[in-house]
């Protein structure tokens, strides 16, 4: 149903507030019982109400929610993880297709509108992946934004035709062209950075790359990605992924490379691993950071639940969060940060800042329960209504019928 009145609830967990929307975007927000609009009533029942939550990095074409569980076959690596994956992935119970949009579906019940998924393509796959996201992001066209990154999981230049689908890919409807690992998987970065940026260019696309890599590899990579940002003029089109390496760089080294990043305003996505690069330090320089779910139950890993709540409390455990003023900042970035790495929404402005829920901004929120926002992140309570451009698309974990 459209909501013309969110009664009761409280914006980031302030004082009680009736918060009134039109044409999809907020349009008031009044002390509770000051007066209401006509029309639909969402009853907020003194929730706390946030932007709905931003995935800046899941993989929904490899995903099994919704299958029997089945035990971790994958051995350690990129490469053995992702050949486990290919002997996997076509005998699975349900058609790739079902399994994409089962996924979507449940991470929009929980709470999520807004993401940016993974379609693996290569030799082996071709575009089947990239159809399989299509077709979720389709049937769920009403209910999310969806944007999705041509990802060559394989590399480029390990088999021959990898660089020509990925291509295609980017012909047939893919929004983001991706890389992975110049230097540890492909072994020649330079010819693996120029047909990711060759490929963006022609295309006038964003990038996002993977970096497993460790430390001083990491580095020669992000700066090799910087080089060609600069020479290029992609300031703010280019989002590196993961980047666990960088976190172990010493610390001059870091600040060095991260002032580089701000200038360049390289984007960050984190699935917040157990040894994150530090997000407050990421705040402290102005990088953008979103937060991400990565594989969700799949051959590559057993863990997922398509619950960015719930994402979130791990961004805060992995980060030592502790402070209310921190934990909210990891529900900031799992909204708000995320868009920003999509491109939806500006950079969060510091620790402190809790935006998305003017006067104005989209009518894309969730309604969580919770005494405040850090207790929300804590108790990751399923009493959720979510709403995308203004209308209710989930409640109590279910989702509601397809908007237009």
Same mark, same amino acid.
């Given at each position: 149903?459209?909501?013309?009145?969110?009664?009761?609830? $409280?914006?980031?967990?302030?004082?009680?507030?009736? =918060?009134?929307?039109?044409?999809?975007?907020? +349009?008031?927000?009044?002390?509770?019982?000051?007066?209401?609009?006509?029309?639909?009533?969402?009853?907020?029942?003194?929730?706390?109400?946030?932007?709905?939550?931003?995935?800046?990095? =899941?993989?929904?074409?490899?995903?099994?929610?919704?299958?029997?569980?089945?035990?971790?076959?994958?051995?350690?690596?990129?490469?053995?993880?992702?050949?486990?994956?290919?002997?996997?992935?076509?005998?699975?119970?349900?058609?790739?297709?079902?399994?994409?949009?089962?996924?979507?579906?449940?991470?929009?019940? /929980?709470?999520?509108? +807004?993401?940016?998924?993974?379609?693996?393509?290569?030799?082996?796959?071709?575009?089947?992946?990239?159809?399989?996201?299509?077709?979720?992001?389709?049937?769920?066209?009403?209910?999310?934004?969806?944007?999705?990154?041509?990802?060559?999981?394989?590399?480029?230049?390990?088999?021959?035709?990898? !660089?020509?689908?990925?291509?295609? %890919?980017?012909?047939?409807?893919?929004?983001?062209?991706?890389?992975?690992?110049?230097?540890?998987?492909? /072994?020649?970065?330079?010819?693996?950075?120029?047909? =990711?940026?060759?490929?963006?260019?022609?295309?006038?696309?964003?990038?996002?790359?993977?970096?497993?890599?460790?430390?001083?590899?990491?580095?020669?990579? %992000?700066?090799?990605?910087?080089?060609?940002?600069?020479?290029?003029?992609?300031?703010?089109?280019?989002?590196?992924?993961?980047?666990?390496?960088?976190?172990?760089?010493?610390?001059?080294?870091?600040?060095?490379?991260?002032?580089?990043?701000?200038?360049?305003?390289?984007?960050? !996505?984190?699935?917040?691993?157990?040894?994150?690069? +530090?997000?407050?330090?990421?705040?402290?320089?102005?990088?953008?950071?979103?937060?991400?779910?990565?594989?969700?139950?799949?051959?590559? +890993?057993?863990?997922?639940?398509?619950? #960015?709540?719930?994402?979130?409390?791990?961004?805060?455990?992995?980060?030592?969060?502790? $402070?209310?003023?921190?934990?909210?900042?990891?529900?900031?970035?799992?909204? #708000?940060?995320?868009?920003?790495?999509?491109?939806?929404?500006?950079?969060?402005?510091?620790?402190?800042?809790?935006?998305?829920?003017?006067?104005?901004?989209? %009518?894309?929120? =969730?309604?969580?329960?919770?005494?405040?926002?850090?207790?929300?992140?804590?108790?990751?309570?399923?009493?959720?209504?979510?709403?995308?451009?203004?209308?209710?698309?989930?409640?109590?974990?279910?989702?509601?019928? %397809?908007?237009?």
């Amino acid at each position: 149903m459209s909501a013309q009145v969110i009664s009761g609830v $409280r914006p980031w967990g302030r004082e009680l507030a009736d =918060v009134e929307i039109a044409a999809g975007r907020i +349009s008031a927000i009044r002390p509770a019982g000051e007066g209401r609009a006509a029309g639909e009533i969402v009853d907020g029942r003194g929730r706390i109400l946030l932007p709905s939550f931003s995935d800046a990095h =899941v993989h929904l074409d490899s995903s099994r929610i919704g299958l029997p569980f089945r035990p971790h076959t994958g051995e350690p690596g990129v490469w053995n993880m992702m050949l486990n994956d290919r002997r996997n992935w076509r005998d699975a119970e349900r058609d790739i297709a079902w399994r994409t949009t089962e996924t979507l579906g449940r991470m929009i019940a /929980r709470g999520t509108t +807004s993401v940016r998924t993974y379609a693996q393509v290569d030799v082996d796959c071709g575009l089947e992946k990239l159809d399989g996201v299509l077709a979720a992001k389709e049937a769920h066209a009403g209910r999310a934004d969806v944007q999705i990154m041509a990802f060559p999981q394989a590399g480029l230049l390990r088999e021959s035709g990898s !660089a020509e689908i990925l291509a295609r %890919a980017m012909e047939s409807g893919a929004d983001v062209v991706g890389g992975i690992d110049p230097c540890a998987l492909d /072994r020649d970065p330079a010819t693996h950075l120029d047909i =990711v940026f060759g490929l963006a260019e022609r295309f006038d696309a964003p990038i996002d790359i993977h970096l497993h890599e460790p430390g001083e590899l990491a580095k020669f990579s %992000a700066e090799l990605i910087l080089e060609r940002i600069e020479a290029l003029d992609l300031r703010g089109r280019v989002t590196i992924s993961h980047g666990y390496g960088l976190g172990t760089l010493p610390d001059a080294q870091l600040r060095a490379l991260l002032e580089r990043f701000r200038e360049w305003d390289v984007a960050v !996505a984190t699935v917040a691993p157990p040894s994150p690069l +530090s997000a407050l330090l990421l705040a402290e320089h102005g990088i953008r950071l979103g937060l991400g779910e990565d594989g969700q139950r799949d051959y590559w +890993s057993p863990y997922g639940d398509c619950d #960015m709540l719930e994402r979130t409390w791990q961004l805060a455990f992995t980060n030592g969060f502790r $402070r209310d003023v921190h934990i909210e900042h990891a529900a900031a970035i799992a909204t #708000m940060g995320g868009r920003s790495v999509i491109g939806s929404a500006p950079a969060l402005d510091g620790v402190a800042d809790r935006p998305g829920l003017a006067v104005g901004d989209p %009518a894309d929120l =969730v309604l969580v329960p919770g005494d405040t926002v850090a207790a929300a992140v804590m108790d990751r309570g399923r009493d959720r209504t979510v709403l995308h451009r203004g209308v209710v698309v989930a409640d109590q974990l279910e989702l509601a019928a %397809a908007a237009s």
